[in-house]
Structures are given as C-alpha cells and as structure tokens.
C-alpha cells in the first residue's frame, strides 16, 4: 500500500493505494500524525486505488474522524469502491460518513 498526502491551502489530501487493512492502517495513522502536528484539520481521504479494507482499516478511518472533529475540522472521503461501500455499509460506518458521494 502506498500514501501519498498533498497540502493545498488547508485541506490535506490523502491518497491511499492498495487496501486499507493491516499494517497499512498503522501507516496511515503515523501520516495523519504528522499532518495532525502541523496544525492541518481539514483532509479528504481518497479512495480511488484502494478496492477494499479489514477491520484495521475500519478503525483507523473512525479514529481519523474523531481526530478530525475533536480538533473542529473535517473528513470527506472519495473514490469509494462498490467493495468499500458495501463494507461501510454492512459494519453500520455508512452513516458515519454519510454524504461522501454526493461531494465527490
């Protein structure tokens, strides 16, 4: 999995390649640490390159919101496949992150 993070004003970009699940889920919360650090609270997470994820990814997602909200910024997230869609919604996190597709 690869994560490739692109500031532009003060919204962070996230692009994940490949799935979300085990220990690429570790790497994506030490990039959202990093960007956290430097005061950035407004991100969009896109999805487009990662068909799937597991339950590590799961949590990292809910973490990186509640991250997000406990500093008064947002998370959208973009290019859902249908997989991680259906992941969403089976496991209840659609609601979560509800309106994703109508912004992207």
């Known amino acids: 999995m690869s994560i490739e993070t ?3 004003a003060d919204v ?3 692009k994940i390649g490949g799935d979300l699940a085990g220990i690429n889920a570790e790497d994506l919360r030490v990039a959202v640490e990093r960007c956290l650090a430097e005061g950035v609270r407004d991100f969009v997470v896109d999805l487009t390159d990662a ?3 597991d339950s590590a990814g ?3 997602l ?3 919101q509640r991250e997000c909200e406990d500093r008064l910024g947002l998370l959208k997230l973009c290019g859902l496949s249908p997989t ?3 992941i969403l919604e089976i496991t209840r996190l659609s609601d979560r ?3 994703q597709d109508e912004l992207f």
């Open 6 to 8: 692109k500031t532009t």
């Open 84 to 86: 991680f869609s259906k």
């Open 97 to 99: 992150f509800a309106g």
């Open 51 to 53: 068909p799937s994820c």
């Open 58 to 60: 799961l949590e990292s």
């Open 12 to 14: 962070t970009m996230i």
């Open 62 to 64: 809910t973490w990186f």
